[in-house]
């Protein structure tokens, strides 16, 4: 289909417009398969008409009849084999160029351009015209002195003239059926893209991943606002994905954004948009991802780190809609679906004054967990295969296979960066096992080939009470989770299979806290520093653990 409103902004099309009607005093009208003037308003006062019998055709009074007989001239021109022909007008004073472009079945033969000259008439063709004109109720009088301004154009004009009009219709057809491929083009992408995030192509046979998938299911129809916890590299974006292109909005945009790599003032931009001079550098007017994002999907990744006056703005669209630029005053309306992404808990978040109840109410609409590798770890093997195979397909190189004791030690590897650290590692794995078709452990990172004999605390007591020996290990392994889940609590209790309470007792219990741990560390370095500020020898200062 033609959008002819885009017409009178291609500009090949408007400069042989301005050719037309400047140099031959022509009009020029688009025309569609009905024999309806599009782009045209009868009551356009600031029209500078350059032909003024085609602006009498056009008055009210001749209007109906004028629209008849275009519509007759579409249909003899479809009927027709020539691509352009002149006809005379309803009433015998005008006569009318022609143009048609037949392009298959996408166009369906469409009468593209016309436009009007004169011809010098005969009496008897004259009286005709007059009684034509009366008979539509027109004044004749002003067809007259319409008549009597028009330039009469030589025959090589009337040539030229209508090689002008076949080439406008030519950048009609080209336009569209450039268009028309890149639409396809699009649409295929899309089908692609949409079969790559389809719930099915998701990778995982584990309960956990059974569980999300049902859940996927059961939500892909809806408009609800979406979030998704889960640590970092659990592929959070992914699902996000797949929400996008099973629901109704697939055909429009996806929209990402990461919350946490903006400042408050740069994310307020970027999210909704500024006005041409509201800050320094700000030198034109910049949609935000909201509109950017109207009538399709905006996925907030890292909303934990949103701070609190973004949290309020957020709040606003996502109640009435509606937001306001940087710089303006005037609000816009959006039709968005947000999705939200976080590895924090935002419930602690909410109890430390950090996050809005409000907001997490309104977003947290449906919760989707997207459960960690290690509490799915039947699915190492099947991401190692598919990750395997990707990467050699890609690299164009046979397929490579790991070894049994390489999948021992991946399997036993916590894996606390989850599948894109996994992913990385298959990666890595390719290209360093070279032309060897088998890939043995000692190709695997340092972490994950030595972590059986790293996991093994030395110095425990292996004599004495067995009580002391398991509070040791006990403060020894939360020291040492602590560190690795950067002091998360939640995370570390959830390790250890107990409650966070119980977890928060026993921290208090060895003296674990990070504040108290830190001073201690301060005061060790300070020691250290102080105790060998009388060294001459130029060796090194001792480091702190």
């Known amino acids: ?30 025309v569609d398969e009905r024999g309806v003037i599009r782009n045209f308003d009868p009551n356009d006062k600031s029209r500078d008409w350059k032909n003024p019998l085609a602006r009498e055709f056009t008055r009210e009074k001749t209007r109906e009849r004028f629209f008849k007989h275009v519509s007759e001239m579409n249909e003899k021109a479809l009927k027709s084999d020539k691509k352009s ?17 037949a392009h298959g079945n996408d166009f369906h033969g469409t009468v593209y351009a016309f436009c009007y000259l004169d011809h010098k008439v005969d009496p008897v063709e004259k009286e005709q015209a007059k009684k034509s004109l009366e008979e539509w109720g027109a004044d004749w009088s002003a067809f007259e002195v319409a008549y009597s301004k028009l330039r009469i154009l030589a025959e ?41 995030y389809s719930y099915g192509n998701m990778i995982g046979k584990s309960k956990p991943m059974q569980e999300l998938y049902a859940l996927l299911e059961k939500i892909k129809s809806s408009e609800s606002t979406v979030l998704i916890n889960g640590e970092n590299g659990t592929g959070k974006e992914l699902i996000a994905k797949a929400l996008h292109y099973n629901s109704s909005r697939k055909d429009m945009p996806f929209v990402t954004v990461n919350c946490s790599a903006f400042n408050e003032n740069l ?42 006056t973004m949290q309020v703005k957020l ?83 046979p397929l490579k296979q790991l070894s049994k004791r390489s999948l021992e030690k991946i399997y036993d590897y916590p894996w606390p960066g989850n599948i894109r650290e996994l992913e990385n590692e298959v990666e890595r794995l390719i290209v360093l096992s070279g032309d060897d078709k088998m890939v ?7 972490r994950i080939r030595e972590h059986g004999e790293n996991s093994k605390v030395q110095g425990v007591r292996v004599a004495g009470k067995l009580k002391d020996a398991l509070e040791e290990l006990e403060m020894v392994m939360i020291k040492e989770g602590l560190k690795r889940t950067g002091w998360n609590k939640s995370r570390l209790a959830k390790e250890l299979g107990i409650s966070r309470a119980g977890l928060i007792m026993k ?20 020691a250290a520093n102080g105790g060998s500020s009388g060294n001459d020898d130029g060796g090194s200062h001792g480091e702190v653990a």
């Open 1 to 30: 289909m033609i959008n002819w409103e885009e017409l009178k902004h291609i500009h090949v099309i408007r400069k042989l417009q301005t050719i037309l009607t400047q140099w031959f005093s022509t009009e020029v009208f688009f």
């Open 85 to 101: 022909f002149v006809d005379k007008g309803p009433s015998g004073f005008e006569q009318v160029i022609v143009s048609r472009i």
């Open 156 to 196: 090589g004009e009337r040539k030229y003239l209508g090689e002008l009009v076949d080439l406008v219709a030519e950048e009609i057809v080209t336009y569209h059926t450039e268009i028309a491929k890149r639409q396809e083009r699009i649409d295929a992408l899309t089908s692609e893209i949409g079969g790559r």
């Open 267 to 308: 994310l307020d931009s970027e999210l909704f948009g500024h006005m041409k001079g509201s800050f320094t550098g700000a030198v034109r007017d910049k949609k935000g991802l909201f509109e950017v994002a109207h009538r399709g999907t905006l996925f907030l990744d890292e909303i934990g780190d949103m701070s609190p």
């Open 315 to 397: 709040l606003r669209v996502l109640q009435e809609g509606t937001l306001t630029p940087v710089g303006s005053t005037d609000q816009k309306k959006v039709d968005v679906r947000v999705l939200a992404a976080t590895n924090k808990n935002l419930k602690e978040m909410i109890e430390e004054g950090t996050f809005r109840e409000d907001l997490y109410y309104r977003i947290n609409v449906i919760n989707l967990v997207v459960p960690p590798l290690r509490d799915r770890k039947e699915d190492i093997p099947v991401l190692i295969d598919h990750f395997t195979a990707r990467g050699c397909k890609e690299k164009d190189i």
């Open 440 to 446: 043995g452990p000692e190709l695997l990172s340092t």
């Open 507 to 526: 921290v208090e219990k060895y003296g674990l806290d990070k504040r108290k741990l830190m001073r201690q560390a301060a005061a060790a370095a300070a």
